[in-house]
C-alpha cells in the first residue's frame, strides 16, 4: 500500500512538473513573440526617421537652389555663402540617402519592400549630382544598392 502511495504522489508530482514546464515554454514563446514584435516596432519607427530625415533635406536643397538662383542675380550678394550652403545642403541630402541605402544593402531594411519606392529617387539624384559619383564616391551605398537593382 505505501508503495502505490509513494507511486501516485510521485506521478502527481511528474505531472505537476510536466504541467508548469509546458507553461513556461508557452510564457517563453510568448516573450519571444513580444521582442519580435518590438524589434519591428522599433525598425519601422527607424525607417520613418530615415525617409523623413531625407525629405527634410531633399526639401533643403531645394530651397538652398532657388535662394542661390535668386541670389546669383543681386551683384551685392555674397555668392559664396550660398553656393557653399548649397553644396552643404546636397551633402547632407546624399549623406542621408546613403544612410538608406546602407541599411538596405546590410540587411537592416527589406530593399525588396523598398525598391519601388526608391528606385526612381536613386536614379534621379545619380544622374542630377553626378559629378559626385566618381569612382572614389563617398556615396558608395547608393551607387552600390543601384549596382545591385540594375544587374
Known amino acids: 500500500m505505501k508503495t502505490v502511495t509513494m507511486a501516485l504522489w510521485t506521478l502527481i508530482f511528474t505531472g505537476v512538473e510536466a504541467l508548469s514546464t509546458a507553461a513556461l515554454a508557452i510564457f517563453g514563446i510568448w516573450q519571444l513573440y513580444d521582442i519580435k514584435s518590438s ?12 525617409e523623413q530625415s531625407i525629405a527634410n533635406n531633399r526639401q533643403t536643397v531645394t530651397d538652398a ?6 541670389k546669383l542675380n543681386d551683384p551685392a550678394s555674397d555668392k559664396k555663402f550660398y553656393i557653399t550652403r548649397f553644396h552643404e545642403s546636397v551633402e547632407r541630402y546624399l549623406n542621408s540617402l546613403d544612410r538608406l541605402c546602407a541599411s538596405m544593402l546590410h540587411n537592416l531594411i527589406s530593399d525588396s519592400d523598398y525598391k519601388s519606392d526608391y528606385y526612381t529617387t536613386l536614379k534621379e539624384t ?3 549630382y553626378e559629378t559626385d559619383y566618381k569612382i572614389s564616391t563617398r556615396y558608395r551605398n547608393i551607387q552600390n544598392l543601384w549596382d545591385k537593382w540594375n544587374r
Open 39 to 50: 524589434l519591428r516596432s522599433a525598425s519601422l519607427a527607424n525607417i520613418i526617421s530615415l
Open 65 to 70: 537652389s532657388a535662394e542661390l538662383k535668386e
Open 126 to 128: 545619380i544622374e542630377l
